[in-house]
Nanobody, 125 residues
Framework: QVQLVESGGGLVQAGGSLRLSCAAS????????MGWFRQAPGKEREFVAV????????SYASSVKGRFTISRDNAKNTVYLQMSSLKPEDTAVYYC??????????????????WGQGTQVTVSS
């Protein structure tokens, strides 16, 4: 398994930007697809973005496509989520997750075997 720690969350005004980071420890990071999910108050956790183990395959939720960018640096064992043009509806706890057995990525939470503790993102209007 991979141990994951998110950082970079905070309070930002609508239209602003934030970059989330997820630092991983463990030998399997470079062999794992990495995903970002989020959970807003009173709602279920939902898929945001995923990147394959090589970085060659990327998918986004329709609600963030064109505004968010996922990337990874395998040399630093870190995955990033660059968020731009933020909206109040982006307010949520953001989680990163690792999927060792689905290396090309998945949008389903059940396919991810390691999760971080989450970082709060709050977008004010």
């Amino acid at each position: 398994q991979v141990q994951l720690v998110e950082s970079g969350g905070g309070l930002v005004q609508a239209g602003g930007s934030l970059r989330l980071s997820c630092a991983a420890s463990g030998r399997t990071f470079s062999s794992s697809a990495m995903g970002w999910f989020r959970q807003a108050p009173g709602k279920e956790r939902e898929f945001v973005a995923v990147i394959s183990w090589t970085g060659g395959t990327i998918s986004y939720a329709s609600s963030v496509k064109g505004r968010f960018t996922i990337s990874r640096d395998n040399a630093k064992n870190t995955v990033y989520l660059q968020m731009s043009s933020l909206k109040p509806e982006d307010t949520a706890v953001y989680y990163c997750a690792a999927s060792f057995y689905n290396k090309y990525g998945s949008t389903y939470q059940r396919d991810f075997d390691s999760w971080g503790q989450g970082t709060q993102v709050t977008v004010s209007s």
